[in-house]
């Protein structure tokens, strides 16, 4: 399931662009076992075309900083699986990285996260399209990348799990 907002943080002068999403993981399935979400992946295409892989490199968590009041992202664990027991649900801050300059400029992103499920070899996805806005872009710049914006999403055509 995917969040209502994302939070990214822009290339300045060519350095990495990150997104910070909280996904949810459900198991209502019959079987016993737990299920493992693997290969995560998040692919970003811009208007006009250009096409991103990002890296996913983390588990993060949001920290409130009273001292500068407001929100930062914290490092909470290795990127790896997700466990997620019989009927239970399972959320997430998962960070996604790209050495590629995006998010340099205002424009419109649709994005896709996909992830493989083991037990039951379905790969899932969920789509997405998000806006970048000026002043997202100019948040970043004056801030040399280390401030996120919070940006709304919007769910793309829904899509039910393929087999593989």
């Known amino acids: 399931m995917l969040p209502s907002r994302v939070r990214v943080t822009g290339s300045v002068n060519g350095g990495p662009a990150f ?18 979400a693997d290969h995560l992946a998040l692919t970003i295409v811009r208007s006009g075309g250009a096409v991103c892989v990002l890296e996913y490199v983390e588990k993060s968590k949001p920290v409130w900083d009273s001292s500068r009041r407001e929100v930062h992202i914290e490092y909470a664990d290795e990127a790896s699986p997700i466990i997620i027991a019989q009927n239970t649900v399972r959320a997430e801050m998962l960070t996604f990285r790209t050495s590629e300059s995006l998010f340099a400029e205002s424009a419109n992103y649709t994005g896709v996260i996909s992830a493989r499920l083991t037990a039951s070899k ?19 710049r004056e801030s040399s990348g280390r401030r996120f914006s919070m940006i709304s999403v919007e769910r793309a055509d829904h899509r039910r799990p393929n087999s593989r």
């Open 19 to 36: 997104i910070y999403m909280q996904v949810i993981f459900l198991n209502v399935g019959r079987s016993t076992r737990a299920e493992v």
């Open 122 to 140: 379905f790969t899932i996805s969920a789509p997405f399209t998000f806006n970048v806005s000026d002043s997202d872009v100019a948040v970043w």
